[in-house]
Structure formats: structure tokens, C-alpha cells
């Protein structure tokens, strides 16, 4: 399985084209699923969906968006919950590495995906980025998060969500901003991950200073209290659109 670091991919929000998107997906061995079938449940039978996800902010990038299709007891975050070490890293640090490692051996989960953007890594605000990802009979849930970068700890995403069910349906949603409620959002260039400057200032390391002890919630959007700037880095409504068809 190629490992992923989102915070050495954060700095590519400031470097040329990269071409081609590419995609990272990984798959469990899923012992529960073969578990079933040896009682008697049968063999799951595939299914291949086509998501695309769109940044819809004017001027707010989001690292490359990590989905997974998986059974109903998971959830990658909770409204009204503390965020758990892998939002945090997530949200806080446009780290990837604890979700992906804990994704890939979760009995639970089918496939999960990494979806880079079509020009540079990151989703950069009015792109969107198209990949696949497998399912099965009982993983018919779908998650995805990605870090809203200029922010302290915020993020976009959807948690547990049906798949659509035959081939040719089509499931759409719009996903809002989120704060995980682990950091102060102090919205200064210095606390923020690099590339929201530039990649001249920032850092990609939690500062126990700056921690709360907050819940998941809705985000208050960016206020302009220091570098950030409300008319570039902030938004209205919904910040992504997901798009998910059934294909196979």
C-alpha cells in the first residue's frame, strides 16, 4: 500500500501543474465479510460507483479528498461529538496518515480513496476532482473529509451516508464547513498549514496552546480577526458538492 503524508503534500498549493490526477485507493481484507459467507450468507456481490467532488468557495483550497465506502458502524466524525485524533490531525494539520492507517485495517471498511486535484494536489477553489471506488452488499455507506486549508481546524465532508442503489442512480449532496473544536481559531497565517501564505509561514504541528476542547459543529466561517480575509478566504452555504453514480 503507498503511505500518504498530507503534510508534506500541503505544500504543493504554491508549485506548477502536476498533469494527470491521480487517484491512491486501498482495500481491507475484510475478515468479517468472509466471516458471513462461510455461514451460509453468500458471496457479496460488487458494485463500482463514480463520485466527483466540487470545491465551491471562491478562494478556500481543500487537501485532496479522502472517501471510503464501508458498513454502517463506522463513522468518520459526529455532529455534536469531540473529533477524534484522526479529524484533528486531519483539520488541524492536513494529515491523512492516522485515518488511512486506521481505514486500512478496519474490518468494516471495502475501499478507501485519495483523490488528488486536476491541476495541483489540492482541490483548489471552482475545480472538481472524479475518481471510482468499490463497494459491496452490506459496505454501502459512504464518508468523505478534506481540510478547508485556510482555517485552524476546519474541515468539509459527509459521514455514513446510502449509496445509490441500482446501476444509473445518482445520490447528490452538499457539504458544509465544519470545525472540529480542537483548536482556537485565531485565523493567523503563523497557526495556519503553509500553503494558506504561501508556504512563507505556518506549520503542520498541533500547538497544545492553541487547544480547546470543543465538539464537531457547524463552522462560523472566517471573521477577519488577523490574516485571513473574509472576502477571499470565507464562504456562503455549502462548500463542496458530491456527486455520487452508481456505474457497476
Not at 47 to 73: D, I, M, S
Not at 106 to 132: C, I, Q, Y
Not at 186 to 200: D, I, K, M, Q
Request: proline share 6%.
Amino acid at each position: 500500500m503507498r503511505t500518504l503524508s498530507l503534510t508534506a503534500l500541503m505544500l504543493t498549493l504554491s508549485a506548477a501543474a502536476c498533469g494527470d490526477q491521480e487517484i491512491m485507493s486501498v482495500e481491507s481484507d475484510l475478515p468479517v465479510a468472509a466471516s458471513q459467507a462461510e455461514q451460509g450468507f453468500g458471496m457479496a456481490a460488487s458494485a463500482t460507483y463514480k463520485v466527483t467532488v466540487e470545491n465551491r468557495t471562491a478562494g478556500q483550497p481543500f487537501t485532496p479528498p479522502l472517501a471510503a465506502v464501508h458498513r454502517k458502524p463506522l463513522r468518520l466524525f459526529e455532529m455534536g461529538k469531540p473529533a477524534s485524533h484522526m479529524i484533528q490531525e486531519l483539520s488541524e494539520n492536513g494529515n491523512l496518515d492516522p485515518m488511512l492507517g486506521a481505514l486500512g485495517g478496519n474490518d468494516h471498511v471495502k475501499d478507501v480513496v485519495v483523490a488528488f486535484g486536476p491541476t495541483v494536489d489540492p482541490l483548489l477553489p471552482g475545480e472538481s476532482v472524479t475518481f471510482e471506488i468499490a463497494g459491496e452488499q452490506g459496505a454501502k455507506y459512504f464518508s468523505l473529509v478534506s481540510m478547508l486549508v485556510c482555517t485552524n481546524d476546519g474541515f468539509t465532508g459527509t459521514a455514513g451516508r446510502r449509496l445509490p442503489q441500482q446501476v444509473g442512480d445518482i445520490t447528490t449532496m452538499y457539504a458544509g464547513g465544519y470545525d472540529a473544536g480542537t483548536e482556537i481559531n485565531t485565523e493567523v497565517f503563523a497557526n495556519l498549514v503553509p500553503p494558506c501564505s504561501g508556504g512563507v509561514t505556518g506549520t503542520g504541528v498541533s500547538d497544545p496552546s492553541l487547544a480547546e476542547n470543543g465538539v464537531v459543529h457547524h463552522h462560523q466561517g472566517i471573521q477577519g480577526i488577523a490574516d485571513l480575509i473574509p472576502g477571499i478566504h470565507g464562504w456562503s452555504g455549502a462548500v463542496a458538492r458530491i456527486e455520487i453514480e452508481r456505474i457497476g
